[in-house]
């Protein structure tokens, strides 16, 4: 019997080493695969080194025109003329006031629908609502713009009488419209990502329905609804067309959301717009508020990598 097995061994083993040796398109394309998959994989990587070094050469050569100091703390942006002040704080200010007014808006309507969705519907009503609660995010910015240029900023003058035509309050608003189906979407599959064990165990124990979901689901699924919150707050940060239509061009270092404001992004939106000619301080006042916005976003994205790593629940 061992000599039996010893020959067909030695015979397999023989057979191994003569499928590999032997050419043919399999073992060809065996070893082609991993490279044309590792090249597809690569690209991101790639493209993610080009833009940073694209972002980064040309803020240097900004940097060496205006002090770094300047811009960081400066109060105020002028970038035309001849004394043109490059400062990034009106810019900075514009930006976080219209992610946290977005976000005042879609953090408890998102969330509030993902409970809806996950724990109270039924199978059939969550089927219609999910589709429509969607469309959302289907819609073009620059609607949503319009949207709050032509009809928000008219309704909320109608309340606040001091609102000016364009403002940083209804941009912030409607950006948080817009980002209600992603907070609610990825809040809802961290819900439902919660075991039913854990549930049914806390209705035997006399838990109610609404105790199981703010006692029991919320905490469970707390680092995906976290992990939600940072990236909406990213997407709102990297709103273009709402702010650039409804929230005006104004410069304004200031705290008051009812005036006219400028974020980060509605200033690259300007200026590449405008007459700023290749090589001028102007031009690559771009490249330094990209490349302030790219660390911003790049940093919402790495704490929310930390909290889901943190808070993250193994089932």
């Given amino acids: 019997m061992d000599k039996t097995a010893g020959v067909k061994k030695l015979n397999i083993s023989g057979l191994i080493q003569e499928k590999k040796k032997s050419p043919s398109i399999g073992n060809f394309t065996e070893k082609l695969i991993p490279k044309i998959l590792f090249g597809i994989a690569a690209i991101s990587v790639l493209t993610t080194i080009g833009i940073v070094l694209t972002l980064l050469t040309e803020t240097v ?45 879609a953090v408890p309507i998102g969330v509030m629908s993902a409970v809806f969705l996950s724990e109270y519907a039924s199978d059939k009503l969550r089927k219609i609502l999910k589709p429509i609660l969607e469309i959302l995010a289907g819609i073009p910015t620059i609607v949503y713009g319009f949207f709050a240029f032509t009809f928000v900023t008219p309704l909320l003058r109608s309340f606040i009488p001091g609102l000016e035509p364009t403002n940083i309050l209804s941009p912030g608003i409607v950006i948080g419209i817009m980002i209600i189906p992603m907070v609610a979407s990825l809040s809802e599959d961290a819900m439902n990502a919660v075991p039913n064990a854990m549930r049914e165990g806390a209705l035997a124990l006399g838990a109610t329905k ?106």
């Fill in 61 to 105: 050569l900004f940097f060496k025109e205006v002090p770094f100091l300047d811009f960081f703390t400066g109060t105020k942006l002028k970038p035309l003329g001849k004394d043109a002040v490059f400062g990034i704080l009106p810019l900075l200010t514009g930006t976080v006031l219209s992610s946290a007014i977005a976000m005042i808006v």
């Fill in 210 to 315: 609404l105790e199981v979901t703010w006692r029991v689901v919320i905490p469970a699924a707390m680092s995906g609804i976290i992990a939600s919150f940072v990236l909406g707050i990213s997407r709102a940060v990297g709103e273009t067309m709402i702010v650039a239509i409804a929230s005006g061009s104004s410069k304004n270092f200031t705290f008051d959301v009812t005036q006219s404001m400028q974020t980060m992004t509605a200033y690259i939106v300007e200026v590449t717009g405008g007459e700023a000619a290749a090589g001028t301080t102007l031009y690559y006042s771009l490249y330094a508020v990209a490349m302030t916005l790219f660390v911003f976003t790049l940093l919402m994205n790495l704490a929310a990598q930390y909290v889901s790593r943190k808070y993250r629940e193994e089932y």
